[in-house]
């Protein structure tokens, strides 16, 4: 469709044909609607008056043919803006750092009218949840969706990625198989009463790609006391529920996603496979994912556990270590930013382990995502992925037989001094039973001790754990604005040095009021009065 100012330009174009063929301006101006006037000034080069309002107006042209190009590839989509929407999205472009500012409620119109391609028309609802009976054509629809687009941009395994959240329970732990008294039953674990929820967004492509996540605490703010004192150089973001949520997946979008998977050639496309609830993501995540070249896809509704590849490949693997890891620190309460510390550094370990490049890949390859397969869907029997096998534990060494040319030494276990017992006793003859029975109360004693000793290491370890996590944690706000990018560890390391300059100077004001009471304690001792 030929817009407004291209078919301006063509009359113009043809107009100056006419003139220099012989024709009268007067007859041309008549002949295509026009006054002579303003036909005299546009065969001059002079600008329309909406021309010339362009540099007053809120956005420039090229931001306002994206946003035409961005309403008719919704509709095509199914998700057509409305008029509020469409507000939502100039003021995000236009004042995307202001707070509390936004346009006129009559800029639609002015749009509209700059833009006659674009109207207002009346909507008619599809039901996008369809039942369980209806499931194989959904899934039908969605990879033939899928291998058309894959055709038509020329998606290659390196430029195919999904997003995906799961959530976490800052205390989590696993129940199992664990070891008892033979008369009971069951056994009562503690665990952790902390419920904190933590959701964390996950991505990466068919290749087997990894991108940082970002850990999404529940929270106003995020505080500097959350982090340990070694900590991976994630992204980190708080909601009020622990969630992400449409601002959570912005800057995501802004800050991850487009640096860290950006193309070799500005020409190729992106595909960014994610759930089908779109509640998370705005018209400003579609309208920025689009101007840079990123087609997004939505996976059926209600077939995560079949389609999604980091549901299918990653997340149990990943969850079974956290749990196990986890385990050891639910016998204790701790403060909240305790438990913020901890779970990143578990989650980091678990991750390690379990989102690796092979799971990452055979969850591609087991939602029959890449290489696409129907079949794969279709059977909806995944095989359950296991985490990672782990080298087996160290197996206690060895001793090595005792003989003459090592004697004697110090036992470190009780067989060592029986076999060094046995040893003089084949060395001189004549040795008394009660050397065998001294040889033998000290095995026992040693073996005691042993044991006795390593039970009161782990329970001081336990006990000294427990203290710690008690501790109060001095508070220090990391303060930035929704659209800010994450904080990054000098931030953050910035923000614990302010609260240790901050905890510093408490002391010493505190310590400058010990010293002046100290002075000011003085004894006065009354003399007594003579006469």
């Known amino acids: 469709m030929i817009s407004p100012d291209e078919a301006r330009q063509n009359d113009i174009k043809e107009i100056r044909e006419r003139v220099q063929n012989g024709e009268s301006i007067r007859h041309c101006a008549k002949l295509y609607g026009k006054r002579e006037s303003t036909l005299r000034g546009q065969l001059k080069g002079a600008q329309t008056a909406q021309k010339g309002q362009e540099s007053r107006q809120l956005l420039s042209p090229i931001q306002e ?13 199914g998700r057509a803006l409305s008029r509020s929407e469409l507000r939502d999205l100039a003021n995000g472009i236009a004042n995307p750092d202001a707070v509390g500012i936004t346009i006129g409620r009559n800029w639609p119109d002015r749009f509209l009218k700059r833009h006659t391609d674009i109207k207002m028309k009346s909507s008619t609802h599809l039901e996008a949840a369809r039942s369980n009976d209806t499931t194989p054509v959904l899934l039908l629809r969605f990879y033939a969706t899928l291998s058309s687009t894959v055709q038509e941009l020329k998606i290659i395994p390196s430029r195919m990625y999904n997003m995906d959240e799961h959530g976490l329970q800052e205390g989590l732990t696993k129940s199992g198989m664990v070891l008892g008294d033979a008369l009971t039953k069951r056994a009562i674990v503690t665990e952790s009463d902390w419920r904190n929820w933590v959701s964390i967004l996950e991505s990466g492509n068919a290749e087997g790609r990894r991108l940082r996540p970002t850990v999404v605490f529940q929270g106003d703010c995020l505080q500097e006391q959350w982090f340990p004192e070694q900590f991976p ?4 973001d708080v909601s009020e529920t622990g969630w992400a949520n449409q601002d959570v997946c912005l800057k995501w979008l802004r800050e991850t996603f487009l640096p860290s998977t950006k193309p070799k050639s500005p020409f190729d496309w992106r595909l960014l ?9 705005s018209i400003q995540f579609r309208f920025m994912a689009l101007f840079h070249k990123v087609r997004i896809l939505y996976l ?3 077939s995560s556990h079949i389609t ?28 909240a930013p305790i438990h913020k510390q901890r779970f990143i550094q578990i989650y980091k370990k678990a991750t390690d382990k379990a989102i690796t490049p092979r799971n990452i890949r055979q969850g591609f390859k087991g939602a029959g995502i ?20 782990q080298d087996p534990a160290p197996s206690t060494p060895q001793h090595q037989r005792v003989t003459s040319r090592v004697m004697p030494y ?3 276990t009780g067989n060592e001094l029986i076999s060094q017992v046995k040893e003089l006793q084949s060395q001189k003859e004549g040795y008394e039973r009660n050397l065998r029975r001294l040889g033998t109360k000290a095995a026992e004693e040693l073996d005691r001790l042993k044991a006795q000793n390593t039970i009161e290491r782990q329970k001081s370890t336990f006990l000294q754990m427990e203290i710690d996590s008690q501790k109060p944690q001095p508070r220090q ?13 000098e931030e953050i390391r910035h923000a614990r040095k302010l609260k240790n300059e901050r905890l510093e100077k408490k002391r010493k004001r505190e310590a400058e009021k010990a010293e002046s009471r100290k002075k000011n304690d003085t004894i006065v001792v009354a003399g007594e009065s003579r006469s």
């Open 65 to 77: 043919k994206e946003i035409a190009d961005f309403l008719r590839h919704e509709e095509r989509c």
């Open 233 to 236: 150089d994630w992204g980190y």
């Open 273 to 281: 496979i994610v759930d089908g609830f779109t509640g998370h993501l």
């Open 300 to 302: 059926p509704p209600h």
């Open 308 to 335: 999604q590849p980091f549901d299918v490949g990653v997340f149990g693997p990943a969850k079974a270590i956290f749990k196990r890891l986890a385990k050891p620190y639910a016998g204790f309460n701790a403060t």
């Open 370 to 389: 890449w290489p696409i397969s129907l079949e794969k869907a279709l059977e909806k029997v995944v095989e359950p992925s296991r985490p990672p096998a």
């Open 410 to 412: 110090t036992p470190k």
């Open 477 to 489: 706000k990391l303060v930035w604005h929704p659209q800010a990018s994450y904080p990054g560890p």
